[in-house]
């Protein structure tokens, strides 16, 4: 009947369950010979051979050694970086790869004292594993609602990060912020101007006086209040001359020019035909030009409110001159943002055609992704840095740059996904660690905030302990959550 309905032939030549039944069994030696392999393999497979002179990792503890042949032994080791560097000092492979050697061959090899650098890296990223030389330094308030001021007293948290873009959008050319340091001086912070000759760096700061009235009006300060800021962030931003009018030589003298009785300190405002002005001051000898900011910043120290008047075609012929320095002023008074429209500020910084660029982002927040390491030193009241973000799992090998001179000279340090630093003596040391070119820049006005590790220095590495001392003056406690809790 089967062959009938499958075959439409009555007459069953061959029967199907046989087949079926045949390749069923053929499978099951298959599967039972491929087990059978892999158990053999695991009986008679070796289990890792013991080096003369090399780093060791136990397959069952993961402990780590430094193995030597004179005298033939097992250095337990604190780390990994520790292991390399010892190997450094014993003449061996310190870059070598580590073998894996079944605990069972370690137990007969006589052993020495434990040795190394406590506190140094287990993670030596290659090149694969490490950032891309971006770094950022962030600022971020959190406003008090139940106060009458939410602005008041913000709270305020300070990260680094690395490896990742500053957030936010950038300060925008006409946007300023104003900061009130930890020192009790205030800063405006503001773009930088092509005139500065600050290659790179797209924003500053500068100091401000705030009970200077001048001050106050020409840069439209009245009322406005400065927001908190870290030491941390405020010393990542380059700083330029103090904002207040310029010293002017001879000034209220007469000029000695012109058919009017015109005095040196004067400014004249001049019309163009498109509809904006031009700001000329009248010098001893000539005449300088000067941005709007610095026109109203004079005027407002001298006698009078109104601008100098001189005829245009006076003023065409006059000398021009470049004695005043004011080079670093705004070109016109900022806007300033308060907390509530960017409570989150940060500067970011990067190598671009061998020289170092930095700016200051604003916005709402780190970003979605972002979930930074509280660091123990957290204090919350911007004197330290409270938390860092570097991708876990990898790291940073770079060289502390503070200009354009020293990106590729200045000091080598590897900084963890913990947020610690460590400093590599040299170039030797860190091939040896299997830390090998290139040390890509890192801005050193970020790197001073992290809290620093351990030398990583062979002759370190050759310190034997029984047991590991700690510096009660050096160890910060986390405290008790039950402490903050209310008695009942």
Known sequence: MESALVRKDAVMIHEPARTQMRATAAGAVVAVAIILGFLVYGLIKPKGTLPDNGIVISEQTGAVFVATSNPRQLIPVANMASARLLLMTTGGTASGTPSRVDESKLTDVPRGAFTGIPGAPELLPDKDLRVSPEWAVCDQLSRKLDLPDPDERPELRTTALAGIAAPGRRLGPKEGLLLAAPNGQTYLV??????????????????????????RETFQLTGQKARKVSSGLLNAIPEVAELRAPEIAQRGEPTAFGSGNHKVGSVVRMERARGDYQFYVLLKNGKQQVSETVAQLIRSTTAGTGWAEMPDNEMIHL????????KDFPRVAPTILNIEKAPVTCLGWTPKDGRPTSAVTVGDSL????????LAQADGNGEALDSFYLPPGRGAVVRAATSEYDLQTGPIQLVSDRGVKFGIPDTRTAEGLGLAAPYLPAPESILRLLPEGPRLDPREARRVFDAVPLDDSKILRRKDPREAQPGG
């Open 319 to 326: 000398q021009a001159v470049n004695s005043l320095q004011v």
């Open 190 to 215: 503001f773009t930088a101007d092509d005139e500065m000759g600050m290659t790179g760096t797209a924003t500053v700061r500068a100091k401000v006086d705030l009970g200077n009235a001048a001050v």
């Open 367 to 374: 970003g979605p992704n972002v979930k930074p390491v509280q």
